[in-house]
């Protein structure tokens, strides 16, 4: 039987209305879990005073020097006692979810078992990194609740100067715009840095996220250190039904303004179908009897706005891959970053291909360890030491792609001029093969 | 004692073995998706076969008798398999299109709406506030769930210019992350420094490094080292907190909230934006932050009014101007406006292109 339940107005306003209230959720816990009782207790406090009442600490498992993050209240009586004891230690577990965060009921009832038993029964899905949150535990129930999590196959997350968890997008699993196979990706990546995730050892944090279009419905491009995102290199493949039967939805003036009209580098345009070109990197569509789309593919930036508009009519081309960018950050210490490209086209098909991938994030988290300063993040360091200096440093080539304009400013020594045009020169007849 | 188990090092999980069957066959092989009405996707594979997802929304923060629930109802009608999207609503997939429908029901009656696909807008992605942080200036969960009552009718209704994606963050370190309407909370006043604490908990060369301002320094306070603060440099970023929590910034009076726009991450059309300040100095008025519903509809009545189709917030703003933007919503534009921090030109105006 638990502990009679505090006063908790403010809390009980956020019961009404059409959401749905975590607050009932709280209460629902509360009625046969002490610690829920004074964890709503330290809430409702906390909307009183307008204060947070947590602090943190070391807590983990044996094993592993991360993912636990651990909260211990604040709230101290004139004895230095908790006000509310039951939720005096209400620590969370970071749990790493399959790519795609696909579930089963079975798997998720296992989740609610366990948490019911070790935890206060409050899991949240999920944490803005990706995690299952298994939140409120003691800590002396973190062990035995990793134990049981981890004997059903799931693994802690990342917390603190480590390699953090990952997320990918539904991608592949039920997406026609996906490039790549992203939840290979994710798992090639994580799984074989994952040292780094659980033995908290780099300068800060470092991301890996894996979308599968330039769409980006994780958020690679500014919240992760390296971002994948799926594009492709040639041609937009069409598919005639489609597209007229677009038209038939919504008619011309729609395709005009809405597909044409709005496409960044004006790679589209209404082309009367004898007219349509049939030069490399041009391909059309028929969408009336007389009239085509026709796509202008090497002035396409694979910005998804017409495959968006038009699904299944545009689908992308046949030779896929994926964009890596490097650099994302949110706020502290600079200000928030983008991702920057280094890697204007990767192929990822082959098992060397998902080889390459993984060689590459073990150089730049390697260079990321030896070379950003204290609770630096990979933008910040390429802020610092400039983007030349990074690519040398993994040891990847330049390119064109990785810059919107040329520098403008003249302050820099350039006396190594004539060897640099010489490596351009060895680069263009490289890649003329 | 007993022995310590080792940890399993399995890292990410295959989610093959958790995936509907039908999404396993066609890994890879889809052709095409339609929008049925609000909440629902239709997706079809190359082959014919189709799956329905039904899309709700939750509370995030689920106790354990909520995602049971959440499984009863996917037993019944999802061949028991569901998944999570990035702002923590529920999909279930259903092969069978007659299910649909009666999957809708279910999750009425038991209080999820159905919404948050194509051009609605979708549950706040948020961070952890007064239930679990340990530097919160206000609550997430709570601010989120008071939004959406509001908003209730934009998520299940689908009649906005474009997606409409929203964040919220407990401090300005902002890991509720960017979007096209982001509610941060914001620090107003430099750290108050308990000088007893300081030389006892705080490595106060890495408290000084980690200013982006360089407005601290060591000083001997009382005779005991410390750190001050020259409070005409400082921002109130809060940088200084973690490393140190004598540094307290959180203060119950003077933190507030700020509303930030435009930002998307999806490259469509343009390139990826971040979101910029609008609207500060709104009161943290808990438990239903009635003055940060009033800002956030009013940008979104006017954006839903004035945008073309498919023009995200960025979109929008970008082909009327900021000028417009701030006459159109009537929300004051104030120096507070007008960015002084590194690469501030680059935001700057070195143009005669003005609208009248």
New interface residues.
């Given amino acids: 039987m638990a502990k009679k339940m505090h006063d908790t107005p ?2 009980d ?2 019961e ?8 009932t ?2 209460k ?2 509360a009625k046969d879990n002490d610690m829920m009782v004074d ?1 709503m207790g330290q ?1 409702e406090t ?2 009183r ?8 600490g070391t807590v983990g ?4 020097g991360g993912g636990v ?1 651990p ?1 211990f209240t604040e709230l101290k009586d004139e004895n230095e006692k908790p006000v509310f004891p039951a939720a005096a230690e ?1 620590h ?1 577990l970071r749990i ?14 296992k ?2 078992d366990t ?2 038993k070790h935890g206060s ?6 944490g ?1 990194s ?1 995690d299952i949150m298994f ?1 409120g535990v003691t800590t002396a129930n973190v062990q035995p609740a ?2 049981e999590l ?2 059903m ?4 997350g990342g917390a603190g100067p480590a390699l953090r ?3 990918s ?2 991608g ?5 715009m ?1 490039n790549y ?1 992203e ?1 290979k990706a ?2 090639t990546v ?2 074989s840095n ?2 780094d ?2 033995r908290p050892a780099l300068p800060y944090k470092f991301k890996f996220k894996f979308s599968g279009c ?10 992760s250190d390296m971002a994948v ?1 799926g594009t492709w290199r040639d041609n937009i493949r069409v ?1 005639e039904a ?1 597209a007229k039967d677009y038209m038939a939805h919504h008619g011309m003036e ?1 395709l005009v ?2 597909v044409i009209s ?1 496409c ?1 580098t004006k790679a589209l345009s209404l082309k009367n179908t004898s007219d349509v070109s049939k030069a490399d990197g041009f391909c059309s569509v028929a969408v009336t009897d007389t009239q085509s789309l026709e796509i202008d593919n090497h002035n396409c ?5 017409c495959l ?2 038009m ?2 009519a545009l ?1 992308p081309g046949m030779d896929k891959g994926a964009t890596i960018l490097v650099g994302g950050k ?7 970053t ?1 991702g920057t490209v280094v890697i204007p086209f990767m192929k990822l098909e082959s098992e060397e291909d998902f080889e390459a991938l993984s060689e590459l994030s073990r150089n730049i988290l390697d260079f990321f360890a030896e070379n950003a ?3 630096e993040r990979t933008g910040e360091m390429i802020d610092r030491i400039g983007l030349v200096n990074f690519l040398e440093g993994v040891g990847l080539d330049i390119d064109a792609n990785m810059i919107l304009e040329p520098r403008s400013n003249p302050y820099a020594r350039m006396d190594g001029w004539d060897e640099e045009v010489a490596k351009a020169e060895e680069r263009k007849k490289k890649a003329a093969g | 004692m007993a022995e ?17 069957p039908v ?2 066959k066609n ?2 092989k ?5 929008h049925p009405k609000p909440g629902v996707l239709r ?2 594979a190359e082959n014919g076969d189709e ?1 329905w ?1 039904v899309k709700a ?12 629930l ?2 009863d109802i ?2 019944k009608f999802a061949d ?7 702002r ?1 609503n ?1 999909e279930y ?1 259903v092969s069978d299109p007659a299910k649909v429908e009666p999957l809708i029901k279910a999750l009425n009656d038991n ?3 159905i919404g948050g696909t194509a051009n609605s807008v979708s549950m706040i ?1 948020h ?1 952890q ?11 997430a ?2 601010v989120v ?2 939004l ?2 509001e908003l ?1 009718d934009e998520f299940i209704n689908c009649e906005m210019p474009n997606r409409v994606k929203m964040s919220t963050s ?1 401090c ?7 979007a096209d309407i982001a509610i941060i909370m914001q620090h107003t006043k430099p750290p108050k420094i308990n000088h007893d604490l300081v030389a006892n908990v705080c490595e106060r060369p ?1 408290v000084v ?2 200013c ?1 301002v360089a407005a601290i320094r060591p000083a001997l306070v009382n005779g005991k080292p410390s750190l001050e603060v020259d409070e005409k440099k400082c921002i109130c ?1 809060g ?1 200084c907190y973690p ?1 140190c ?1 004598p540094m307290q910034i ?1 203060d ?2 003077h ?1 507030k909230l700020a509303i930030w726009v435009g ?1 998307k ?6 390139r ?1 934006t ?1 979101h910029k300040l609008v609207v500060s100095g709104l009161p ?1 008025n ?3 932050w009635p003055e940060v519903a009033v800002v956030v509809k009013n940008i979104l009545s006017v954006y839903k009014a004035d945008a ?3 023009e995200r917030m960025a979109d929008w703003i970008d082909r009327i101007g900021w000028p417009r933007f701030f006459e159109k919503t009537g929300l004051p534009f104030t120096k507070y406006h007008i960015d002084d ?3 501030s030109r680059a935001t700057l105006n070195a143009s005669a292109h003005i609208r009248f």
Avoid at chain 1, 301 to 305: E, I, N, P, Q, S
Avoid at chain 2, 4 to 20: F, K, N
Avoid at chain 2, 172 to 178: A, D, S
Wanted: charged residues 15%; glycine residues 10%.
């Fill in positions: 403010m809390l306003q956020l009404s209305g059409p959401w749905p209230s975590f607050v959720g709280l629902r816990l964890l809430l906390s909307y005073n307008t204060k947070g009442y947590w602090k943190g498992v044996f094993g592993y993050i909260r209400f969370t790493q979810p399959p790519a795609g965060m696909h579930y089963n009921t079975d798997i998720l009832r989740f609610c948490w019911e029964g409050l899991i949240a899905f999920h803005q990706g939140q990793f134990d981890n004997e196959g799931f693994d802690m968890t990952s997320m997008c539904v592949a699993a039920r997406c026609e996906s196979d939840a994710l798992r994580i799984n994952i040292d995730m659980h330039a769409n980006d419905c994780v958020n690679a491009i500014q919240r995102i598919n489609l729609k303004n809405d709005r960044p930036v694979r910005c998804m706005h968006n508009v699904p299944g689908l949110s706020v502290l210490k600079i200000g928030a983008m300063l204290e609770h | 310590m188990r080792p940890p399993i090092e399995s890292g990410a999980p295959d989610p093959m073995q958790y995936m509907h999404m396993v890994y890879g889809w052709a095409f998706h339609d997706h079809r799956i997802t929304g939750t509370q995030r923060q689920m106790d354990v008798y909520t995602i049971r959440l499984c996917a037993d028991g398999h569901v998944r999570f999207t990035a923590s529920i997939m209080g999820f709406p992605s961070t506030g007064f239930l679990h942080c340990d530097i919160p200036g206000t609550d969960s709570g769930k008071a959406m009552d209730y407990c300005e370190i902002n890991c509720g992350g960017q890495s490094a980690r982006p970023c940088a490393p929590p959180n119950p009076e933190s930002g991450n999806s490259n469509a059309r343009s990826p971040f943290n808990a438990p239903r073309q189709p498919w921090w590194r690469g």
